[in-house]
């Protein structure tokens, strides 16, 4: 296989866009209100408060004053008269009115000798959720399609299970069961922006979120209603946001969106996993410009940090916020990795030097990987037909576990059938004997007759900066359990740098001419 002569020179730049993520949690409350001894029995209504737990959405801030007039939320009251259940409150309608305070049409009674368990909802519906009438009242959300205007978008929320005596206001403590997702762009910090005048986000736009799903309630965590969202699907059509200019202070693009919990990646051969493009251009105080664009920047995998705790946010879960941090770094780029796609990279098994064939398809040609491009490679073919490669062309990969470890190698299936093909059609896995099957370019079994050819990227393994001869050729895999893609890209100084050497002259010529006046 003809090998790269320079990664550096790759045909391309791959502008880093760093991203720093921050996760918050919203906290469990179980403060339960017990029997007020001081409190009076003039009024013996039974009355309601509320409280949102621990993060913001819009209107609907920590505490019970996070609502606005107008809002209404369902409740179920449940009651005990040794051992006489009644239901007197079933999908009940509670209105805001002003100041913490809610009312409620036909007015219910306190009975001193009754016990009582409350649930809630919000928003009041009569179509979107149900409640089970058995003794666990779980809440079901047959079918929820999240708008793509955050406008329009509901905090839907599940109250705690609330057992309060008789004569206290019933405080219904709210949890949210969406995620709350939100995008700020800012420029790195470590960016010298000394000649730079501005940069400006000429456009970012949001893939690949799914938009709809189904809530199905398990359980009762200390009264703390427990669920999860299956059957997620569709996609949302989320704006693109164009044309912000950026400083070193977080600007936010996209702000209290109220998603579908999801997996952020798919397991599938030919994944649609989301992800971010983004174009921006620097503006220099000469007055030139230059223009980078960003496509595919993966969510999935990235390092969260909430309080003292990192770790890859691989999905969003209910009731968490995550806020995403895009730093914009164009002084250092994405290195580009030399790849073999047909098992024509062999390795020694004995000294661990690379082998090498001539050969290298899908078609004859250079192949390279770029991180940033996770579901592609690029090969370098003939695409005028003259015999020489002419232009780097795109080839979708595609994921599957062919030897067995629990991760998925990528490779070409130019059959379609959703497998890792046989690319160059030798019958032969190429496993060396006595190899590492993440380093050899097979599927790990030499007596597989049908060997399947996976992709090999060429990556500094030693971390001396240069990838050379003494650098090993690795799968290239992802872990089906957080989407992480291995191994991890590799960063390199992007500055345009100069040199300059003058070279003899080709030939010096001796040249007589006599002038004549």
Request: net charge negative.
């Amino acid at each position: 296989m003809k090998k790269l002569k320079n990664m550096k020179t790759a045909l391309k730049l791959s502008l880093i866009a760093g991203m720093i993520l921050t996760v918050s949690s919203c906290q469990q409350n179980g403060i339960l209100h017990e029997i007020d001894t001081n409190a009076s029995r003039s009024n013996a209504y039974i009355e309601f408060g509320n409280y949102v737990n621990t993060m913001t959405r819009a209107s609907k801030t920590v505490g019970n004053g996070g609502f606005v007039v107008g809002d209404t939320m369902a409740v179920w009251g449940i009651q005990n008269t040794d051992g006489e259940i009644d239901v007197i409150f079933n999908n009940q309608d509670v209105r805001y009115v002003a100041d913490g305070s809610w009312t409620y049409d036909n007015k219910k009674l306190w009975n001193i000798g009754s016990t009582y368990m409350f649930y809630g909802v919000f928003p009041y519906s009569k179509t979107l959720y149900t409640m089970s009438e058995d003794n666990n009242r779980y809440v079901t959300i047959a079918e929820y399609t999240t708008p793509d205007d955050p406008a329009q978008q509901t905090d839907l929320m599940i109250s705690e299970r609330r057992d309060v005596s008789p004569f206290n206001t019933v405080d219904m403590f709210f949890h949210h069961i969406l995620s709350n997702v939100n995008i700020y762009a800012k420029i790195s910090d470590a960016l010298d922006t000394t000649g730079i005048a501005d940069i400006t986000i000429k456009s970012i736009k949001i893939n690949n979120i799914h938009s709809t799903g189904h809530y199905e309630q398990t359980g009762w965590n200390q009264d703390r209603a427990e669920g999860a969202w299956t059957n997620v699907r569709n996609y949302m059509q989320i704006p693109a946001k164009t044309d912000v200019v950026i400083t070193k202070t977080a600007t936010a693009l996209y702000k209290d969106y109220l998603m579908i919990p999801q997996v952020l990646f798919s397991t599938d051969s030919r994944p649609k996993d989301a992800s971010v493009d983004a174009t921006f251009k620097i503006t220099y105080k000469d007055g030139t410009t230059s223009t980078y664009i960003k496509n595919g920047i993966r969510l999935a995998g990235i390092t969260g940090t909430s309080k003292s705790t990192s770790r890859a946010i691989s999905s969003w879960q209910p009731n968490y916020r995550y806020n995403y941090t895009l730093a914009f770094n164009p002084q250092k780029a994405t290195r580009i990795w030399e790849a073999d796609g047909d098992g024509s990279i062999q390795i020694d098994p004995v000294t661990g030097d690379t082998i090498t064939k001539a050969d290298d398809t899908p078609h004859p040609g250079i192949i390279k990987y770029n991180p940033d491009e996770p579901d592609k490679v690029y090969v370098y073919e003939d695409t005028d037909g003259d015999g020489k490669p002419d232009t780097w062309v795109p080839e979708e990969i595609i994921w599957e576990d062919v030897d067995g470890d629990g991760k998925l190698e990528a490779g070409f299936d130019r059959d379609g059938d959703g497998h890792i093909d046989d690319v160059d059609g030798d019958d032969d896995t190429q496993q060396q004997p006595g190899g590492d099957s993440d380093k050899d370019p097979s599927d790990g079994n030499p007596n597989n007759p049908e060997g399947k050819d996976v992709i090999l990227i060429h990556y500094d393994s030693d971390g001396d900066g240069d990838i050379d001869d003494d650098d090993e050729w690795i799968q290239l895999q992802k872990d089906p359990d957080t989407g992480v893609i291995s191994p991890k890209p590799e960063v390199e100084d992007a500055a345009i740098e100069f040199t300059a050497t003058v070279q003899e002259w080709e030939q010096i010529y001796t040249i007589g001419h006599e002038l004549h006046i």
